[in-house]
């Protein structure tokens, strides 16, 4: 099993981001997915999860409005917009995966990816 970030950066802020996580060695399609992310000194929080068609996402509130997590069953990808920026959006964002769907909690999730540097600073 794999799960592989890219897209991480370092943006202005107001600015956007495009994370992606490619997965591998499980059935996608049958998985929940979700987004983490662990700034510094910080516990790892949840982002952003979208059940298993993507027909369902959930967000915390500190993202509403400014990100959208999407995935491609297709492509074995997850993505993470970003939009609006601002510095404490800076972190360590990681994806993770779980078969049921809406999941808050980082021990829930079976799956998890290395993580992407997300750095917002002018």
């Known amino acids: 099993v794999q799960l592989v970030e890219s897209g991480g950066g370092l943006v202005q802020p107001g600015g956007s981001l495009r994370l992606s996580c490619a997965a591998s060695?499980?059935?996608?399609?049958?998985?929940?997915m979700a987004w983490f992310r662990q700034a510094p000194g910080k516990e790892r929080e949840f982002v952003a999860a979208i059940s298993w068609g993507g027909g369902a996402t959930i967000y915390t509130d500190s993202v509403k409005g400014r990100f959208t997590i999407s995935r491609d069953n297709a492509k074995n990808t997850v993505y993470l917009q970003m939009n609006s920026l601002k510095p404490e959006d800076t972190a360590v964002y990681s994806c993770?995966?779980?078969?049921?769907?809406?999941?808050?909690?980082?021990?829930?999730?079976?799956?998890w990816g290395q993580g992407t540097q997300v750095t917002v600073s002018s």
């Open positions: 060695g499980f059935t996608f399609s049958s998985y929940a």
């Open positions: 993770a995966g779980d078969r049921s769907y809406g999941r808050l909690k980082e021990m829930e999730y079976t799956y």
